[in-house]
């Protein structure tokens, strides 16, 4: 792979070697006439054979599980190739993930085995349209955001490097919730991708590990022989294995994703059943069966966490158990384990996989304590993607003890070795507190965290700035105590997706322009900077983003009957709902805006549409009155005719990753506002500027390190540094409404007057309170920023040319964050496996 431009790397990041991206092997190239007929006889033999239709009878549903299936087969030599290989000794990865955000693998895969023109043609011949084909596959939801996101673009990215990989997961029956829109508010509905057959999958019905809780621990004390413990469990569930596979770019390597469906080791209580007792003799089943149900269940209840921890115990050891069956069979000693397989815990949601080997290497396997607990942190790393306290996980000590009653004895066990030597050099007491597993302070809780970074060889944050404030906050004291442990890995995402499949009108002109070779190497992309100047080129970048903006205006006037006009700038704030990515801040943008139209009717301003999609938590209020808040701004926005062809607001319901392949290439302004220390990475920021949206960020997350890459003139940066947030916050500035600007308040009075919500003015009395109390999210400390930042939007707007220059130089200069660069520095520092 061409390497990259010296001064398109951030600073923070270390420079890789030049060496090619792939290796050469027969890679896929697109199909000849021959193999389209060979294509559409295959689709047509699975259509009559596995589907049991006919041209004449089948539905769209029919000719999708036709193509997926037939698309299928053409990986599954490459995969037997792969499986071979992986088994050959290489070092394996064992990707441990509560979430896989996959997203639809149709045009993924045709798009890896170059199969996408094949499949069109031999489709069109039998009269079919492969885009509506397409559109019929469910997305695979199982993720909330950005971490299962990540997940997924390093799945990819894996098998396109050649790593030898496993994906470890759950298989959610139901991923995450719907979202429909009534009068504006969030409404969750199941969501359902499973209701008809999966093609991807196949399910290993002889690949099953019994998972157990509860119960007690017997000890075996023995003299001259330290004392062994073996767990009594009062319940068992089974795990069952559903494979998929993983088809890496050029179809060159297949990798597996294993996701795990929990079954109930008895399926029926026949004697309850036969004495009458229809429903109490299926409660056993419906008990261990919920582990799979759904992805994140509420855990408002105690039923609900016990659940989730529940279910992460389940995937963690059914995991593990999995990867030392086959470390047994094919090495034979678990000694050498670490130079087999390496596992990346992302986030602290498998963290128990530190207890769980250990039980499994000492208690079960009959290792010595120690042995057991080198091969442990030989093998273990841990990504963390969030330093918000309320997301750090702990588990209540008295939970662990009924769940998991010798996982718990290995904790206690685990840290005391930890605290010793500090107990007995008689280190501060405080210091003691902070780096145990287990927090004392309110009640007694497991830190997640502590336990994954004290069972890691590797701890890694996902920027730079993210990484600096792991080392100085959280894990101040463990990076103390382990110095060097910590390192970053920025985020990347995979532009096989993000660009290639989202993007093709984009990736036909980058090909035209710089040739195939910009498919392999995203590197090769820095030489659209020679054209950044030139206007016929502009004029075709300009071409192909319209045609892209055109298909979001039908869309968005197709589910939510708003009219956009295309030519206007596309403001487009995409991610969860949260405070801290303050969507708030940017409605009220949206409301001084308007009313700064509405009292200069006469002056010119920049036709300008804000888009926001975007899911919250079900249980998150706040979230849902923002969503709300949107919603009322934009009825009374788009129309009121005096700001018409000016302004216009769109909520764009049900945000998953298909509506972002369809949102991003059609974006010219991405919103990265999040309070600056508190947005780990962010990926959509990357997505946004590799398909030449311009960035309105904060200095917060990935941001920092885009801006190094496409330089300060080409992104817009406002608002606090993470620093000047700490300062702020520290002189307690967040509580005093004393410093709000006249725009700021005026913006603040239309919604309390009740400008947007005339049936219920004080609806949005708890936002407004909340501001003026504590503003926790600096909404009124960075809002005059913003302002003023995005008339300098509106500046550059009006200068077609700069701007296109802006927007070709954004696409030429990410092409860092790949994915690949990511997953190569992960495979050299830390997993130690040859890409
Ligand atoms: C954060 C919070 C904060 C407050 C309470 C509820 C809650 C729940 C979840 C989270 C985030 C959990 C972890 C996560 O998804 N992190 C995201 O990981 C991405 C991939 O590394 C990264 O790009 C995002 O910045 C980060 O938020």
Redesign the pocket.
């Known amino acids: 792979m061409e390497s990259f431009d010296q001064s398109l790397v951030p600073s923070s990041a270390h420079q890789d070697e030049a060496e090619p991206a792939y290796r050469a092997s027969e890679p896929a190239r697109p199909a000849s006439g021959t193999e389209t007929e060979a294509f559409q006889q295959a689709i047509l033999a699975k259509l009559t054979y596995d589907v049991g239709t006919d041209p004449a009878h089948a539905t769209d549903h029919d000719w999708f599980t036709a193509t997926a299936l037939a698309v299928r087969d053409r990986a599954m030599d490459r995969w037997m190739v792969s499986k071979g290989r992986n088994q050959a000794g290489d070092k394996q990865v064992c990707y441990f993930s509560l979430e896989f955000l996959i997203g639809r693998l149709l045009s993924d895969t045709l798009n890896n085995l170059r199969l996408t023109d094949c499949a069109r043609d031999a489709l069109a011949g039998l009269g079919v349209d492969l885009d509506r084909i397409r559109a019929i596959e469910p997305d695979a939801a199982l993720g ?7 997940a997924a673009c390093f799945m990819e990215s894996m098998a396109s490097l050649e790593v030898p990989a496993y994906g470890y997961g759950i298989r959610y029956e139901h991923g995450l919730f719907r979202q429909e829109l009534r009068d504006g508010w969030q409404q969750e509905l199941p969501e359902d991708w499973l209701i008809r057959e999966n093609p991807w999958e196949f399910e290993r019905s002889d690949l099953v590990y019994r998972v157990t809780f509860g119960g007690f621990v017997e000890e075996f004390p023995a003299s001259g022989r330290p004392t062994r413990f073996a767990w009594k469990p009062a319940e068992t569930v089974q795990a069952v294995a559903f494979d998929t596979p993983v088809v890496g770019w050029r179809g060159r390597h297949v990798n597996t994703l294993r996701l795990w469906s929990a079954r109930a080791a008895e399926p029926l209580r026949l004697d309850a059943f036969n004495s009458g007792d229809h429903v109490g003799a299926l409660a056993d089943r419906a008990r261990a069966e919920a582990i799979s149900r759904v992805l994140y269940p509420g855990d408002e209840t105690e039923a609900g966490r016990e659940l989730r921890l529940r279910q992460e115990f389940f995937f963690t050891s059914a995991s593990l158990q999995d990867l030392l069956a086959r470390h047994t069979r094919l090495h034979g000693d678990l000694h050498t384990l670490p130079d087999h397989a390496a596992i990346q815990l992302n ?1 602290t949601h498998p963290a128990l996989a530190v207890a769980e080997l250990m039980r499994l290497l000492v208690d079960e396997r009959h290792l010595a304590w120690d042995d057991a607990w080198a091969i442990a942190t030989r093998t273990l790393n841990y ?1 963390n ?2 330093l ?1 306290p ?2 750090l996980e702990r588990w209540p000590v008295s939970l662990m003890e009924q769940l998991l009653p010798r996982h718990l004895q290995i904790i206690y066990h685990i840290n005391w070795l930890h605290l010793e030597p500090l107990i007995r050099r008689s280190a501060d007491i405080e210091l003691i507190k902070a780096v145990s597993v287990i927090d004392e302070s309110q009640g007694r809780y497991v830190r997640m965290g502590h336990l994954a970074f004290i069972g890691a060889h590797k701890v890694n944050g ?1 920027s730079a700035l ?1 990484t600096d404030l792991m080392r100085q906050t959280v894990f101040r004291d463990l990076n103390a105590l382990y110095p060097g442990r910590i390192v970053n890995k920025t ?1 990347g995402i995979t532009f096989r997706r993000w660009l290639h499949q989202a993007n093709p009108q984009l990736t036909q002109l980058l090909t035209q322009e710089l040739g195939e070779a910009v498919l392999d190497d995203p590197g090769a992309l820095i030489k659209l900077e020679r054209l950044a100047d030139d206007s016929a080129f502009q004029d075709r970048f300009r071409s192909q983003r319209s045609a892209s903006k055109i298909s979001l205006a039908k869309l968005v006037a197709d589910r939510t009957g708003v009219q956009i006009d295309p030519s206007a700038l596309f403001d487009i704030h995409i991610k969860r709902i ?1 405070e ?1 990515k303050r969507q708030l801040l940017n409605i009220l943008e949206v409301v001084a805006l308007y009313d700064a139209i509405r009292s200069e009717p006469g002056r010119h301003w920049v036709p300008r549409v804000k888009i926001f999609a975007g899911k919250a ?1 079900a249980s ?1 209020h706040r979230a849902k009155l923002i969503i709300k808040l949107a919603n009322d701004v934009a009825k009374i926005v788009n129309s009121d005719p005096v700001v018409a062809g000016r302004l216009k607001v769109v909520f764009l319901p049900n945000y998953n990753v298909s509506l972002a392949e369809t949102i991003i290439p059609a974006a010219d302004l991405s919103e990265q506002i999040s309070t600056a220390g508190m ?5 959509g920021n990357m997505k946004l500027a590799l398909n030449g949206a311009l960035t309105i960020g904060t200095l917060d ?2 941001n920092i390190e885009i801006r190094e890459c496409v330089g300060e003139e080409n992104i817009f940066i406002f608002g606090m540094t993470a620093e000047e947030v700490e300062t702020y916050r520290k002189a307690g500035l967040h509580r005093d409404r004393a410093g709000w600007s006249a725009r700021f308040e005026n913006a603040i009075s239309l919604i309390s007057a009740g400008a947007f919500s005339p049936d219920d003015p004080h609806r949005f009395d708890s936002l407004i309170h909340a501001l003026s109390s504590d503003d926790t999210f600096m909404v009124a400390g960075d809002f005059d920023s913003y302002w003023a930042t995005q008339r300098r939007v509106d500046e550059l707007w009006q200068e077609p040319s700069a701007w296109s220059r802006a927007s070709v130089l954004n696409t030429a200069r990410v092409g860092w964050f790949s994915a690949d660069r990511t997953i190569r520095e992960y495979a050299d520092d830390i997993w130690k496996v040859p890409v």
């Open positions: 909330n955001g950005g971490l299962g996101r990540l986030d990504t993607h969030t918000m309320e997301a996902v993210h985020n949260h801290y938590a998150y947005e780990a990475s962010g990926t997350g990935a």
